[in-house]
């Protein structure tokens, strides 16, 4: 197996959890470097229940169980005024602070990690920001490629004479697309940044694949007259996607405090820039 792929498994089994968007993240990795990627995820669940074997091992023997203690005579129930507290105020936000629903201990609202037992506090936003992302991406492309060229009739008549409309909305949206791109906002959870992660790497190699082929047309046809200009274009989001991910990098340094999941990504980041 490729070094690249079994450092990255190495890094998704630090935790000794595998989450969907791991396993998303190592099957793309593994068809960029031309493994099968039923393989690499056989070989990662492979890994983790050998893992979770040896974990499992090593673990202290039971303690013996106390002889029983005789019970209390019960008491009775509190007056109404004074009802027993429910498992849902456990996870309840006051104000600035909440209570962590694993522990019990009262953390800020604005820390994404218990500070006590270190719980994770998931954003349920997370596939809101990526899903904005994609879809203003669409509306950029459909309202570009629907625009009338400008000259009226006659401006209209020549693009569709000569071929130019298509290639000129087409320039006009990857400009577009590639202003939105390094502008789009996003939160700094563990989740956002993964989900930014995958889908700008996935980007970058489809950018990637296209700037080639539109290079092989201007090295073999002199005729072609925007190739220039849409290479260039194609260049720009190809570059917009890679400061979002370095973008990616910085939030995961502001707002990731676990060094093990820090490197993680930091890892997994540097990977999508090679």
């Given at each position: 197996?490729?070094?690249e792929?079994?450092?990255?498994?190495?890094?998704?089994?630090?935790?000794?959890?595998?989450?969907?968007?791991?396993?998303?993240?190592?099957?793309?990795?593994?068809?960029?470097?031309?493994?099968?990627?039923?393989?690499?995820?056989?070989i990662?669940?492979?890994k983790?229940?050998?893992?979770?074997?040896?974990?499992?091992a090593?673990?202290?023997?039971?303690?013996?169980t106390?002889p029983?203690?005789?019970?209390?005579?019960?008491?009775?129930?509190?007056?109404?005024?004074?009802?027993?507290?429910?498992?849902?105020?456990?996870?309840?936000?006051?104000?600035?602070?909440?209570?962590?629903?694993?522990?019990?201990?009262?953390?800020?609202?604005?820390?994404?990690?218990c500070?006590?037992?270190?719980?994770?506090f998931r954003n349920?936003?997370?596939s809101?920001?990526?899903?904005?992302?994609?879809?203003?991406?669409?509306?950029?492309?459909?309202?570009?490629?629907?625009?009338?060229?400008?000259?009226?009739?006659?401006g209209?008549?020549?693009?569709?004479?000569?071929?130019?409309?298509?290639?000129?909305?087409?320039?006009?949206?990857?400009?577009?697309?590639s202003?939105f791109?390094?502008?789009?906002?996003?939160g700094?959870?563990?989740?956002?940044?993964?989900?930014?992660?995958?889908?700008?790497?996935?980007?970058?190699?489809?950018?990637?694949n296209?700037?080639?082929?539109?290079?092989?047309?201007?090295?073999?046809?002199?005729?072609?007259?925007?190739?220039?200009?849409?290479?260039?274009?194609?260049?720009?989001v190809?570059?917009?996607?890679?400061?979002l991910?370095?973008?990616?990098?910085?939030?995961a340094?502001?707002?990731?405090?676990?060094?093990?999941?820090?490197?993680k990504?930091?890892?997994?980041?540097?990977?999508?820039?090679?």
């Amino acid at each position: 197996m490729n070094p690249e792929l079994e450092k990255l498994i190495e890094f998704a089994l630090a935790d000794g959890v595998i989450t969907d968007k791991e396993r998303e993240i190592i099957r793309k990795k593994a068809e960029k470097l031309g493994e099968d990627p039923d393989e690499a995820e056989m070989i990662l669940d492979a890994k983790l229940a050998m893992q979770n074997k040896d974990a499992e091992a090593s673990a202290p023997p039971p303690s013996p169980t106390p002889p029983p203690v005789a019970t209390a005579p019960p008491t009775s129930p509190p007056p109404p005024s004074m009802p027993p507290p429910s498992t849902k105020q456990k996870s309840s936000r006051v104000g600035d602070i909440m209570t962590c629903p694993a522990c019990g201990a009262t953390v800020n609202a604005m820390e994404l990690n218990c500070s006590e037992c270190g719980h994770e506090f998931r954003n349920v936003n997370s596939s809101d920001s990526i899903e904005h992302l994609k879809s203003e991406i669409k509306k950029i492309h459909k309202s570009a490629m629907e625009a009338d060229p400008e000259g009226g009739k006659i401006g209209k008549w020549f693009a569709k004479t000569f071929g130019e409309d298509k290639e000129e909305k087409l320039c006009d949206s990857l400009k577009n697309q590639s202003n939105f791109i390094r502008n789009h906002n996003f939160g700094n959870s563990k989740e956002e940044i993964l989900d930014h992660l995958t889908h700008a790497s996935s980007q970058i190699t489809s950018y990637n694949n296209e700037i080639r082929d539109i290079q092989k047309r201007i090295d073999s046809d002199d005729d072609e007259l925007y190739d220039e200009e849409l290479l260039h274009a194609n260049q720009k989001v190809k570059n917009a996607w890679i400061t979002l991910i370095e973008q990616c990098k910085t939030k995961a340094t502001l707002g990731i405090k676990d060094e093990a999941e820090l490197d993680k990504i930091m890892n997994i980041a540097n990977d999508c820039l090679k």
